[in-house]
């Protein structure tokens, strides 16, 4: 947890002010001191563009990104590090706080979204390889994560968001997984460093402005596309606010927007006078950088906050001075962002971007309202609580909203106003986007309606205290709900799971290929890359077919029964979910380690037959069945007929099982009984036993198919009676979400009894397999 939340955040901000620091004596030390780490979060991301361009350079990206951090903290001797007001560190760490809430107070190096949007595993892969290979596909064998990053990396898929994460990640001990959550908070802190400085001079009281800066950094939709690995949308949102500080600047040739609009009641000969063309490079530098995290139509949401700029920049400077700063100005930000343009313009999507149907994991077209940052809900796709309430909350803040944009409009707030013009691209792309593309716009936009609104009570408590003071509550009162239900709604990936994923990865690296049965795109596309894994239903080089022909459908788990066998022996290695219900892979594959989680599965290698005629039994729920004998002593003929040197039968034992989902558990013997339930798990849930607690589980979510493991006891044989016992919403993360996922069934096996006993007989006495239950039967040769 320290190296996540605190070792992580604290690299990566030494690292963006290094790198601010040098863009800062560029233009003459003129930043603002609030602006230093945003700025050096955007120049890595421009600098990197240039060496992950090639597989040739983009390992230099590391060493070349602290060469550029030391240079510009070295050159800035002394440091400007304690410039930034405190109240502003405050107010991004606030920020920070609230972003990071959900996986910080379950105490594991958790993240986000697990089960909501596999988007997390996409970024991970492609961090993996852009930082060592840059958009080469070259040496990679066919595997899942091959697949991710032909789809992604090869159609030129925006990688800008991605390297600093990177970057920071390998100066820091333990897996990129567990430091993505904090990236994300990280990101958002610096979104409300932007903040800090565009609201600027218009909330001189530094106190009102850090609460200013705090909640208008943490719309609710913006909040819970983080909470869905959404990087894109907080890094956009934060280069929006960044642009917006830094754009006055080449008005009056300070560094942002608190020394340039005039304190209330005095005049622009308060400020500096003429820019300079060198004022440029920071604007030009985070365009750079809003194309390389978004695409290149990512300019379209500086358009008009461009657009806005020119006109100014004419009537300060007249048309030949302002046309001048702005060549210099597109000529820097395209030299800037030639790499990006040179991987591709358009990146891949599944369905076009304003293709009506295109809805992604969304279910139908978000509420425009949503924009505001308000709505109190654990998921910001379904409709809120509180219907009339909200209405009555999202009314006041679109009033507040108005009356921001008129007093920004009437004190000619320079750097506010310049910043609400992305609320033009939002509803350009709101009205002619896909519903997925809409939101994401929303998403990006919402920290601009939320700060009209907020600058918008404030205001009003300047004109009327009580009535101000009503209105800014109500506003805060609606962000503030909105997150407090998202954080319980939170989906918080299962740390122990992956965590074990990432070990077997590191333990059996080159020992592949390799595939897993369960839908866990974690697995497949990060934690087992070296191993070349992929997953049944997962994107895959390899087509994994079943038995009965086709393949299994995206999203679900698969027995290995249920595979080809020809398909399966394509794997050397098999990592398999335990669960009470889990076949036993063929014989050819063996039993190397058992965890708690997983198990590993090999085949000798060079493995070339002969195969084994197969007589696979059970079902999903009961993987245990008898066969007719007839089919037993006609696998055993089929073996023979083959020719099948020294031909034997196997029978694979299973664990017996005992339903006990009624309530009533039924046990054939004293022993140690394990309990497993279905499906997943949001706030605690308990097993009892005859009134005795036997074990419990919180906050395990599973995908399909997947089990809990709710404990094991010694237990008597003969009738006993089962109850699970659910908890509801309380303190913990993730536990008020909605609705509560189906469980069922709640099965017991006998522990340590699940691997699967093989029975082998000759062939010429198959009968003896008959009339009893077994997981599957085999002919096989042994000669």
Known sequence: MLVAWVLYPVVLALLCAGVGLLVDLLVGRRLPGALVVPVGLAGIVVVSGFTTATDATAELTLPLVLVLALVGAGLSL????????????????????????????????????????????????????????????????????????????????????????????????????????????????????GLWEVFGRFVADRRLRALAVFLAAQPALLVGYAQWG????????????????????????????????????????????????????PLAVVAAALVGVLSPGGILWLAPLLAALAVLAVRRFGARAAAGRAALFAALSGALVLPVLASGIVPPTSKSLTDPTGEGNLRGALDAFQVLGIWPSGDFRLDPDGTVVTAVLVGLGVLAAAIGLWALWRRRATAPLLLATALFTCAVIFAIGSPWAAGKALATASPVALSLAVLGALAALRLDRFAGALLLAAVAGGVLWSNLLAYGGADLAPYGQLRELERIGEDFAGEGPALMTEYNPYGARHFLRELDGEGASELRVRQVPLRGGGTVEKGFAVETDELDLNGLLAYRTLVLRRSPVRSRPPSPYGLVRAGDYYEVW???????????????????????????????LGLGQLGLLNKLPGVRMLAARHAPVVDATEGVLRLPRAGVWRAWLRGSVRGEVELYVDGRRLGSARHQLENEGGWVELGEARLAGGLHEAELRFGGADPHPGSGGFPRPETGPLYFTAAGEEAGELVSVPVEEARRLCGRPWDWIEAVGTG
Request: proline residues 11%; contains cysteine; negative net charge.
């Open 78 to 193: 002394p440091w400007r590090f304690g410039r930034p007001d405190p109240l502003a560190i405050a107010a991004a760490l606030g920020v920070f706080l609230v972003f990071g809430a959900p996986a910080i107070l379950s105490g594991e190096p958790t993240f986000l979204g697990y089960v909501k949007l596999d988007d997390t595993a996409t970024w991970l892969a492609l961090t993996d390889r852009i930082m060592e290979h840059g958009r080469s596909l070259a040496g990679l064998e066919p595997s899942t994560y091959r697949a991710t990053l032909e789809f992604n990396l090869a159609g030129g898929y925006p990688i800008g968001a991605f390297v600093p994460f990177g970057v920071a990640g390998r100066l820091v001990p333990g897996d990129l997984a567990w430091v993505f959550q904090p990236y994300l908070s990280f990101l958002a802190a610096t979104l409300a460093l």
């Open 230 to 281: 959404g990087v894109k949308e907080v890094f956009a949102a934060a280069l929006v606010a960044l642009a917006a500080a830094l754009a006055p600047a080449l008005l009056n040739g300070a560094g942002g927007a608190s020394e340039v609009d005039p304190a209330p009641g005095g005049s622009r000969s308060d400020a500096p006078s003429r820019g300079r063309p060198r004022d440029v490079v």
């Open 602 to 632: 090999q085949r000798p290698e060079g493995f070339a037959g002969p195969l084994p005629e197969r007589l696979p039994l059970g079902d999903a729920l009961d993987p245990a069945a008898v066969p007719e004998c007839s089919h037993v």
